[in-house]
């Protein structure tokens, strides 16, 4: 098959998958599948290679990010249930201050952002929120969008998150990298966004009566909700070390990789241990002993607690994995090296084309997980075709991360859980959080293009 015949079934399965997603409301798991085995078929894939090409695009990827997506999920949710994030956002606001809570509140969201999922992170927040809200009895948006934008960064960004981790398997760029060029990254984009944010709520925006009822209403609202319902919770300190343990593990394994010999036992010790798989399994042994062993959880109740965190992730997991699929049959087919063939002949640089892509499919499909993992499968062909450093490969990511963050609006369910948690109407949605997501993910693309031109 020609090219140009390759390029227009290519256009036809994005097409299909949109309006599947989009109009049909079908799952996302289930259209990419779907698309892909029709994508395969029309590209001229034989019917006895069919299942054989789905199987190892699904298994190639879930083998990389199934065990990492899991294991971030239960660190998350043990710290939900022991109440380390209630305590989290607590110690934060006392530290900074009455004046700049919506600050500690925003530290906060990129904190919690880390290993817990966005929607998560926000149920577990917005009670916070509300409390701190009714208590100063200022607009209740002048916390909550810096926060929310907070935890939507770093969901879009930074590893263990889905898309994330997702996109640097497939295009083969190092977590480890990822994670130490992101997080600088991350914190400066969220540092511009509580800014923009802090500009955008000097005006008042109307609240829905319910929302305004549940924050300023009656006495029998005036506790706070939040999930810390222990006499003693863990500490900042506590939760903050557990938080940081994956992370700086994973770096000190690049840097080992990077600096250390070659054969060498400190090397070989950093490398395993730096390997996100295992240094997220280390976090969670620790969190399941400090936040739950050690203070009087049974092994059947962190056995329990942890096992709760599975259910939430593995449409999740299973959709990463038929992003797979559908990155295999683009290059099984031909397709990918098509695509590539014309993406080359744009003349636009690497990071354009992977923030460009990204957004594109973010703002006409929703998902951030689904637009990194699906831009990652179109551009890897031309990617291949370069002699990339793993650093540049990892801002590459970055790049797509921008992308991912960016246009959240009405067909996004993230826009949406924002929206009514806030009680914001649909076209205040639009001028505050979609405005502050494209701007916050424009300005990570700037800065990982600044960091291009330095690696």
């Known amino acids: 098959m020609s090219h140009n015949a390759l390029l227009l ?13 989009i109009k049909a409301k079908v799952q996302p798991f289930v259209a990419l599948l779907v698309v892909s085995i029709a994508v395969a078929l029309t590209a001229g894939v034989p019917a006895a290679d069919l299942v054989t090409t789905i199987e190892e695009g699904m298994g190639s990827t879930l083998g990389h990010i199934a065990t990492i997506i899991a294991l971030g999920a239960m660190i998350g949710r043990i710290i939900e249930l022991s109440g380390g994030a209630a305590s989290l956002a607590h110690s934060l606001m006392e530290r900074f201050g009455e004046k700049r809570t919506p600050l500690a509140l925003t530290a906060a969201g990129f904190l919690l952002g880390i290993p817990v999922f966005f929607e998560v992170g926000l149920i577990i927040l917005m009670p916070i929120v509300y409390g701190v809200a009714r208590a100063s009895r200022k607009p209740l948006l002048v916390y909550a969008l810096p926060m929310g934008a907070a935890m939507l960064t770093v969901h879009a960004f930074l590893p263990p998150h889905p898309g994330a981790v997702a996109a640097a398997t497939t295009i083969g760029a190092d977590q480890g990298w990822v994670l130490l060029f992101g997080i600088p990254v991350t914190a400066v984009v969220i540092a511009i966004g509580y800014l923009l944010a802090k500009r955008m709520t000097r005006r008042t925006y109307a609240m829905t009566a319910d929302v305004r009822e549940k924050v300023f209403g009656d006495a029998e609202n005036t506790s706070d909700e939040d999930a810390a319902s222990f006499e003693n919770p863990p500490s900042f300190g506590m939760i903050l070390t ?57 092994g059947a109740r962190v056995s329990e607690v942890m096992g709760s965190a599975l259910p939430g992730v593995a449409m999740v997991i299973l959709v990463a994995g038929a992003g797979g699929v559908f990155g295999k049959v683009l290059v099984e087919t031909g397709i990918g090296d098509a695509v590539a063939d014309v993406l080359d002949r744009t003349g636009l640089p690497l990071l354009a084309l992977a923030f460009a892509m990204t957004a594109l499919l973010r703002a006409v499909q929703g998902s951030t997980t689904v637009a990194l993992v699906t831009t990652a499968g179109l551009i890897n062909p031309l990617l291949q075709r370069t002699d990339l450093s793993p650093q540049q490969l990892a801002l590459i990511c970055l790049a797509m991360g921008g992308g991912g963050l960016a246009l959240s609006h009405i067909n996004d369910a993230g826009y949406w859980m924002f929206t009514k948690l806030v009680g914001l109407e649909v076209g205040d949605a639009l001028r505050t959080w979609t405005v502050l997501t494209t701007a916050m993910g424009t300005v990570g693309f700037l800065l990982t293009g600044a960091l291009w031109l330095v690696v």
């Open 9 to 21: 079934v290519a256009a036809a399965g994005v097409a299909l998958l949109l309006v599947m997603i």
């Open 242 to 298: 557990l938080i940081v343990t994956p992370i700086a593990l994973i770096l000190l394994g690049t840097i080992a990789t990077n600096t250390l010999a070659e054969g060498s036992i400190p090397r070989a010790v950093l490398t395993v241990l730096g390997a996100p798989m295992v240094a997220l399994l280390v976090a969670a042994a620790l969190s399941a002993y400090f936040l739950g062993i050690r203070r009087g959880w049974s």
